[in-house]
């Protein structure tokens, strides 16, 4: 572009100004996490989530409770065996490109994630798909390789989403959904906007137009927050204080599945007895060690489960901190004059390496005496984390189901506890076999209850979620990311 | 004179390769590689993490696999980048245009202006102007970057409102758009190294009022506009050429920070996100690119000293 042009295309900007203002436009950042290899396949390891989450719609999303409830999906049923079930489909939805959806979009976008040449992560928990037939336009079934209660559950996957039949191998650079926004032009590392789609089936959306800017930077995202250039950030406790009591801003904090935890390897001495494994988890004051970390109001304590506060499966059990119990136990497992425990951190995280501090402080009254070793963050995942005895892990939010099979049944790839009880396996494969959620819910507590016994894993309590809004934004609830419904957020000026 | 500017030419690209073996070592020696920082936790499944370090290349050799490197860069191949799964010229070229772009418009309005202040401090020196202007380039020297990012976001875009507060624009943005975007930066980045020109020149000038020659001017009754723009502005400034070159490359690597901090879509920037990404050969690219740009200017700093001062041109020299 020459300079007169660039002068006449600012002239030509100014100009579209004016009217522009009666566009609501929602200004988003894109903190690239994956580097610019941002894809819009909803599958990719590298899914560009909040866009996705905005283009393109699953059979089933939670309610406000977190159950799961009718989305592109009106009904679901299941046999007795809760191996086949069978999906009815919302009629009228269309595609952003005009065409219809239906059965056929549902088995084919279903059957994607087995694609091996994807290697999807989602794959891990909706592997158990063994086929799914089409019954007619707008009925599918669904034939599951195992029994399982709780596919209605593992549907709610932000990543499960339905899209064309056959545009599997173009989805990534030409998204087609039939969510509420459609992308109008896609740049992770530069601009991408989306706009209001006039046919999405719950109505058109009430703003315009959806703008995310690339800023990798949390500082810079904060300062864009702060200068109004964005309307939504996610935030971290200590980054609070930059927009409390500002009437330019709104908080929000909701239960969030996030878990920072310490590993005691149930195979490695000394942490392969059980009643060590008991006296390194009751000698804290859990309610103590959330308040130093995220603050008194900060989170949900919890007794060594990973499974989020509100969740349905979650078992709310007691756990009081008791030193005298936990050094009687120590002296029952040989260690009467205390126990020395490595314990591998490292800055990967902020707070990780003050999570293995505050464990630290609080064990020490009950005779344990812990030694923190740093390691590098960079290869932490592949040189300590399932190799060191003793270590600080960090999970993201998963369904109960998922986080307990993919964590702690034997055998699963990520069992970093090595733990390996098959009475816990046992619970599982009945709790998901099992339709009724009450009687479900029974069983998953009493897997929880068993890791609370004698488990591996210490897990204090969950961190709330918490995001900035700007005061202008309406119709977003204190709820998770995928909670929101976009078609119904607005802008006032 | 060309057998010396041979000889710096020389040099300058022995640097270079030295770089790219310095930079090549200091990536292979942290743990972990672009597999295991591209995978996280999925990296503790044995066959994902093979497939991807057999997809790209990272099972051979570290000699092999440099040799590869050095010998397609001959050719102008600055290779693929790993995360981004593109050829890293075009990764590469935009941004250090709009690097340019930002680093310009810093040196444009402030080394001119350094050069002034520090002018007028050094002809009166200990006056009232000399004293405030230097107290105040201390306290720029010694500010951090971020800081003086976020106090220049806090007053011109938040509380008066002159100014968005963080670079919005796209790395593919028109060069006007990244030009009218760049004020803050540019303060930012031009803030400290004004105050160090400005010292530099200043203590120069006081140096070459008290000389001789300057003495022998007045003496012979040479009128004092003539003797401050004849003797001693050329004489003081010499000196501060190779700081003010210097102070250009630092300009470079100063980006890092300030083009975080402002969100502006140059190379610094992208440095950060390929070294978050372990991107090993964008990583090489970067910091060769920066290498490149200290090199040359040194060069062409020394070059102007040597065409301003008959002395260093000198055979023996």
Known sequence: MTFAQQLMTLAALALLAAPAQAEKVLNRAN????????SLDPLSPNRFYEVNDMI???????NDAGEPSPELATSWTSNAGATEWTVTLQPGVTFHDGSTFDAADVAYSLRRIEDP???SPVSSVLGIIGRVEVKDDLTVKIVLETPHAGLPLLLLDYRVRMIPEGSGPTIGQTPIGTGPFRVESYDPEGTTTLVAFDGYWEGRPLIDRVQFTAIPDSEARNQAMLSRQIDLNSVTRDQLALFKDNPAFQLQSFPAGGWFGIVFRTDTAPYDSAKVRRAL?????RQDMMTLMVGADGGTVGCDTPVRADDPYRADLDCPQDVDAARALLAEAGFPDGIDVELTTSDLEPGMVRFAEVFQAQVAPAGIRVAIKLAPSDGYWDDVWMVAPASVTSWGERPADQILNEAWRSGASWNESAYANPAFDALLDQARSTLDPVAARVLYIQAQALLLAEGGTFIPYQEDGRRVLSARVRGIKPLGEDYIRWHLVDLVE | MPRKIAGRLAAAWITLVVIAVVVFVGVELMPGDACTA??????ARAEMLTACRDRMGLDRPPVERFALWA??????DLGVSMKRERPILGIVGPRARNTLILAGAAALAGVPLAILLGFLCGLRREGPFDIVTSTVALVAMTMPEFVVASL???IFAIWLGWSTGVVTAAYDAPALTLLLATPLPAITLALVYIAHILRMVRSSVIDTVGADFVLMARMKGVPERRIVLRHILPNA??????????????????VVIVESVFNYPGIGRLAVNAVADRDLPLIQAIALLFGLFYVLTTLVSDLVAMALNPRLRSLRG
């Open chain 1, 117 to 119: 040449t994807l290697e």
């Open chain 1, 31 to 38: 903190d690239l996490s994956f580097g610019g290899a941002e």
């Open chain 1, 281 to 285: 988890r009751i000698a804290v004051n």
């Open chain 2, 152 to 154: 220049l976001i806090l």
């Open chain 2, 71 to 76: 010998a397609d860069l001959a050719h102008g």
């Open chain 1, 56 to 62: 393109y719609s699953r059979l089933v999303r939670q």
């Open chain 2, 237 to 254: 400034i010499l000196p501060s050429i190779s700081l003010i070159g210097l102070t250009l490359a630092w300009l470079l690597s100063g």
């Open chain 2, 38 to 43: 591209h995978l996280g936790r999925d990296a």
